[in-house]
């Protein structure tokens, strides 16, 4: 009988670097035609203010039918308000990398815009944050995206609680930052985000009711928690087989949710745009066929809710460099050995 082993105690620790900068470097050797596709798409801000229309009209719509028709508003949230909230992340994302305009000002204005119907102001917040990301992957004094340990105490391996912890997600999320190194969170640009979200906040329950208002709170929950574009946030970097900290999503969800599902690519070079993203692995398929990927987000997200392997702790932590006399015994620190040579989607 298979005996599953009890949850880990702290992150998988690595000292070895980050896989990526040095498969970059190789990949522009080895292919320099991806050099072209390291250009900006000016039409991704043309999504991002459909989408906001879009929600706001659905708002709208549900603000005229009234809170008697909530079981509506939450099945539209589930179908149609996750992926489109979903997208517009995307697209905050991509402003965080500057990849839609050249003018650094205009892409954090295009984030701001769709940042809207999320109706919290988190899109100058978390381009601070993920850019110390992709420079400190795996380092907890610098990585917003690795748990806090009395999350990850508080969460454990239960089901329930991973499901509630998922449910809940931009509460925890929005606890990581104060422990981060070197960041400065507050400037004109959060403030204009506050602003914009306050102001469009105010004139969603003027013009929408509490009824569109609400639509927009499951929409919001739904795009970034239980449901499986939420599932994206333990497809990047969760794991519990360490050989290899970051993984790609290839799958049908990746249509409507701007390629986000290409991390591995994204990761290699962030200053490819969404749309480039499959073009990089066409181009350099030798450097992508021999890693591990997901191709379910829906089947992951019921894998990590209900596997006792995963946990918050699930993560490469990338320790510090140490001295011989410093060093940590070899029977504590674990070492992130070579990758699987058997290109092949991760089953369960």
Known sequence: MHILKPMQAAFYQSESDQPHPGRARVIIKTHPEVRQLMVRNPWTALIAASIVIM????????????????????????????FANHANYVIIHDATH???????????????????????????????????HHSHQGDYEYDADLANHWEARLVGNRWYTKAIWLMLFPFFQVTRPPRLKAITMWDRWFFINFA??????????????????????????????????GARWIQEHYTYDFDQETFSYYGPINRV??????????????????????KLRAMA?????????????SRLLFQFIFDKRYSL????????????SQRVPDTTVKRVGRLDLSARPISF
């Not at 706001?56 to 539209?76: C, P």
């Open 313 to 324: 702790y699930s993560r490469v932590e990338r320790m510090k460099k140490r001295t011989d």
């Open 285 to 297: 398929p030798e450097f992508y066929s021999n890693l591990k990927y997901h191709s379910s987000w």
């Open 98 to 132: 500057n990849l839609i305009f050249r003018n650094k000002s205009w892409n954090k204005m295009v984030a701001v815009i769709a940042d809207l119907p999320n109706l919290a102001p988190g899109a100058m917040g978390f381009r601070v944050y993920h850019l110390k």
């Open 196 to 229: 914009c979200a306050a102001l469009y906040d105010v004139a969603v329950v003027y013009f929408c009711g509490w009824p569109g208002f609400l639509y927009l709170v499951f929409a919001f929950f739904f795009s970034i928690g239980l449901h499986p574009v």
């Open 257 to 278: 949710a701007l390629n986000m599902g290409y991390h591995n690519e994204h990761h290699d070079l962030p200053s490819i745009p969404w749309n480039n993203l499959p």
């Open 55 to 82: 929600q706001t009209a659905i708002a709208f719509g549900m603000g005229k039918l009234g809170f008697g028709y909530w079981w509506l508003s939450l099945l539209i949230a589930y179908c149609v308000g996750a």
